[in-house]
């Protein structure tokens, strides 16, 4: 009987809706096994409780000393209950956290771990899927067989949900040891003269962009436009624009009305910022680039030629 | 104090190359490919580097695999010696840490730098891995890092533009976020005394790997509606589809 255990990912004392999506997986995969989810915490009844409506089981490992997230508390005290349960298979989200200590659980518990999986199938060995090249190519690997694997879950595949009933359990686990490293506070966002999670029309550039100098380029489309610059991860790197312009999953959740993305390739750390927009509209010379995967127009063309065209037309337009 | 630095810096190919898939449909097709250091690994040698330059030490810089290219590099930037590890771990991190770990053993350090990921597999695992394996603490997705006498004081990256700061005794791993400084460029003088430097070869046995591919293939998905001509005929295009939304 196989026993799948998700690892409810918790950020700011609230429970991630990733965490329902580690047990929608784990339920399509447990056969006539369990789904069990394992919540750590200083006050997570409340978490356990919603987790129930999706585990067979769910493990509470509650203890004031894990208020804050520690990847070596984590650690030691999912390997305290996993060297008394015995999971098949463990579950963790592919976020900040869950990314940073899921390799260590592993390296601990001596099994295999793949990363940021989008796939899973048990019916013939241990595959999993994931992308590599930052979403240009998928690939399938095998794992090696063990007597558990440790995988993280890519955010916004897992959808399908599954109910259940299951009953908490207070797994009365505590840290058996301080951890070296020692959380000191959570900084805050920097707060910007614009906020452009708030502005109907987009303009966002990519590394496609080649230099400090072209950013006026789309200052000007963004004027011409009524909207706003804002850019991807490699444009705020090179401190082309500040943080705070930032859209993806470390920056900015933005869903305006228009989103014209100028060079941006579209990493996936990118889409999950941008891709509920209502309309968007990418221009990219790459025409494998993944960004036209969740455009519903593309333009496989130069930013230089097509933007100082298009605001020429706008100005027109606007006399 | 000063600090004995090791940096991990992969010999990667460019994600922005061409990639295509291999013709035994388990790989990638290396023509079209551009290698050079992993954008990371950039980050994390600048920063050991910076760190030398204010606090005194000695950076060792270490590659897997074929990454020759890559260390001189990062000699010429300014590293003080380099260690090649001749040894082909493909897609397993752990094979990669494993041998990495091995290569280190008697060299002794205060801190590991790497970048978060590497950019053609994204794995995301060598840094926490060998943290792991060596018993020492670390963080991940690194923004900034301050050395405190025998402590470090780092942010790390989290989710919405925040961050969490953590202090970690020595010797500590970090894996380092892109944009955490703004490395320099490779001068002559820097080519010239690299030449001079020490690159030692470290073989070892990783032992036998966690995975094996069985498949590289490009994504199925559904494509935007391609706008097509001139860039004025585009552009003409393109105000329609506003116009129609009622966006102009």
Request: charged share 25%; hydrophobic share 45%; aromatic share 6%.
């Amino acid at each position: 009987m196989m026993r799948v255990f998700a690892v409810a990912e918790i950020s700011s004392g609230e429970l991630d809706p990733v965490s329902i999506e580690l047990l929608n997986l784990a339920n399509a995969i447990k056969g006539d096994g369990s789904a069990e989810a394992v919540v750590i915490g200083s006050d997570i009844s409340a978490h356990a409780e919603e987790l129930s409506k999706h585990a067979d089981k769910v493990w509470k490992i509650e203890d004031s000393s894990l208020e804050h997230y520690n990847p070596e508390l984590y650690v030691d005290v999912l390997v305290q209950l996993f060297s008394k349960e015995k999971p098949d298979v463990v579950l963790v989200a592919n976020s900040s956290r869950g990314a940073e200590y899921a390799p260590l659980l592993a390296v601990k518990l001596n099994t295999p771990i793949v990363t940021d999986i989008v796939g899973l199938d048990l019916s013939n060995g241990v595959k999993a899927t994931r992308y590599i090249f930052q979403g240009k190519l998928l690939v399938d690997v095998f794992v090696k067989e063990a007597e558990s694997y440790v995988f993280t879950v890519r955010q916004g595949v897992f959808k399908d949900e599954c109910s259940a009933q299951g009953e908490v359990v207070d797994s009365g686990i505590k840290p058996s040891a301080k951890a070296k490293r020692e959380f000191v506070r959570i900084v805050e966002p920097e707060a910007g003269e614009v906020d452009i999670s708030q502005a109907d029309i987009v303009v966002s550039v990519g590394r496609g962009i080649d230099d400090v100098s072209n950013i006026e380029l789309a200052e000007e489309l963004a004027e011409a436009l009524g909207g706003v610059v804002a850019g991807s991860r490699p444009v705020i790197d090179s401190g082309w624009l500040p943080k705070d312009r930032q859209v993806g999953i470390s920056g900015k959740t933005v869903k305006p009305k228009l989103y014209l993305a100028l060079g941006i390739s579209g990493a996936f750390q990118h889409i999950m910022g941008m891709k509920d927009s209502e309309l968007i509209i990418a221009v990219n010379k790459d025409p494998e680039a993944p960004i036209f995967g969740v455009a519903q127009y593309g333009i496989v063309g130069d930013i230089f030629e097509v933007v100082p065209a298009l605001v020429e037309k706008l100005r027109e337009i606007k006399g | 104090m000063t600090l004995k630095i090791i940096v991990l810096a992969k010999h990667a190919a460019d994600p922005e190359s061409e990639i295509r898939v291999s013709a035994d449909g388990k790989g990638v097709d290396e023509k079209g490919l551009v290698f050079d250091i992993n954008d990371w690994d950039r980050y994390a040698i600048e920063e050991a580097i910076r760190i030398k330059e204010q606090h005194g030490g000695e950076v060792i810089v270490v590659g897997v695999g074929y990454a020759d290219d890559t260390l001189r590099k990062c000699l010429a930037m300014g590293a003080d010696r380099a260690i090649k590890i001749p040894i082909d771990t493909g897609m397993d991190s752990y094979l990669t840490a494993k041998a990495v770990k091995e290569a280190i053993a008697d060299e002794g350090f205060d801190l590991i730098l790497t970048g978060l990921m590497s950019q053609d597999y994204n794995n995301a695992l060598v840094g926490a891995m060998l943290a792991g394996m060596l018993g020492i603490p670390f963080s991940t997705a690194v923004t900034s890092i301050s050395v405190e006498d025998d402590k470090i004081r780092v942010v790390r990256e989290l989710e919405g533009g925040y961050g969490e700061e953590n202090i970690l005794p020595l010797p500590a791993l970090l894996t380092v976020q892109s944009g955490i400084n703004e490395p320099r460029y490779v001068s002559i003088m820097g080519i010239k005394r690299a030449k001079t430097k020490e690159l030692k070869e470290i073989s070892v046995d990783a032992g036998e790997g966690m995975i094996q591919v069985d498949k590289v293939y490009v994504p199925p998905v559904e494509k935007a509606e391609l706008i097509e001509g001139s860039p004025d005929e585009i552009a003409e295009k393109l105000i329609g589809i506003l116009k129609d939304r009622g966006l102009i």
